[in-house]
């Protein structure tokens, strides 16, 4: 927070947040305690005093200023500024809701040019995000990688909501893991699959959608590859267009399939009677992979698997695959199984 706040470096915070708790120290005591040389402090407590955060007594040590009222005080004009942005951001989106009423059809979308200036405004998309993030996902996906989609990261933690509909081929292909759709769940990401992704679009409190143009163009995750050098993808603003591109996502979203990552994903009364490996081979199999896929997802012999359908197939009292999953939706084992079956 004070790195952000006041631009400090990591050393002067760390300074300050050992110097709140201590008495008093001198510049020796502390650079033992940090485990720095002691002329390396010399500009950190100095801005550190600079910023009124700790005082020097007459016998050169330091001791930090009492917190409430160093920091008090920054927070108040914090706070102040962010009350003066509110109301500016206000009278701006006032403005520019006018501008839209005004704009003809060509006005509606933008051409964002280039795989560089489709992830920047990617990033500033989520950022921007108040509610919720809605994607089509489907290889070759563009953008940025999962471990790098710290945007994604700080959308989440303000409570934004994230849902995808990703195309089976990225499991069928290993392109995407069972660990990583598990992880993306345990994030509070609504992950479902189907067969039929129509594009690789991005839809923003449902006012604003990415849409990729070409093959090589922006989809959600996934790192971009050399088809992707020439990128581009199209902005559409709120129009009759975004509401097409909505409706087309609510479409496949009814009918897409969730990933059954353990037992406690499925209905009760199947839910108590499965186990969390019989759980996930029931999900992958709705998924439609093969026992080979399915055992190298979750890391267990073909003999495994076959076995674990075949156990499924007793409980649900099916003699084929085709009958288990039938019966699997008809029966709700899988929440919404029975509507989007």
């Known amino acids: 927070m004070l790195d952000r706040v006041l631009g400090l470096t990591p050393l002067e915070t760390r300074a300050y947040r050992t110097v709140v708790g201590l008495p008093s120290t001198s510049r020796q005591q502390l650079a033992a305690h940090l485990g720095e040389a002691p002329d390396d402090l010399i500009g950190a407590l100095a801005t550190l005093e600079a910023h009124g955060l700790i005082t020097r007594g007459t016998d050169g040590s330091f001791a930090a200023a009492p917190p409430s009222i160093a920091l008090g005080a920054l927070l108040t004009e914090r706070r102040n500024d962010l009350r003066t942005t509110e109301l500016e951001l206000g009278r701006l989106d006032e403005l520019y809701r006018g501008a839209v009423a ?70 069928h292909t290993g392109a995407l893991t069972v660990d990583q759709v598990r992880a993306a769940q345990r994030a509070g990401e609504d992950v479902r699959f189907d067969d039929r992704v129509p594009a690789k679009v991005v839809i923003v409190d449902r006012r604003l959608a990415l849409v990729a143009t070409g ?49 406690g994903a499925l209905a009760a009364p199947v839910g108590a009677q499965l186990g969390d490996l019989d759980a996930a081979v029931l999900g992958l199999l709705l998924l439609g992979l093969t026992d080979e896929a399915i055992g190298k997802h979750l890391g267990t012999s073909l003999r495994t698997v076959q076995r674990r359908v075949q156990g499924l197939m007793t409980l649900a009292g099916v003699t084929t695959r085709l009958q288990l999953g039938w019966h699997a939706a008809r029966a709700g084992w899988v929440p919404d199984s029975a509507e989007t079956a």
């Open 215 to 263: 093959t090589g163009g922006a989809g959600a995750g996934g790192a971009a590859g050399d088809d992707d050098a020439d990128g581009a993808a199209l902005l559409i603003r709120e129009s009759a267009l975004l509401d097409v591109v909505v409706a087309l996502w609510d479409a496949h979203w009814e009918r897409a399939t969730p990933l059954v990552a353990d037992a």
């Open 102 to 171: 005004g704009r003809g059809p060509d006005d509606v979308v933008d051409v964002v040019q280039g795989a560089g200036a489709v992830r920047q405004r990617f990033a500033q998309l989520q950022l921007g995000a108040q509610q919720r993030v809605e994607a089509f996902v489907r290889p070759p996906v563009a953008f940025v990688s999962g471990a790098e989609n710290t945007a994604e990261d700080r959308a989440v933690e303000r409570g934004v909501r994230y849902r995808a509909i990703v195309d089976r081929a990225m499991l």
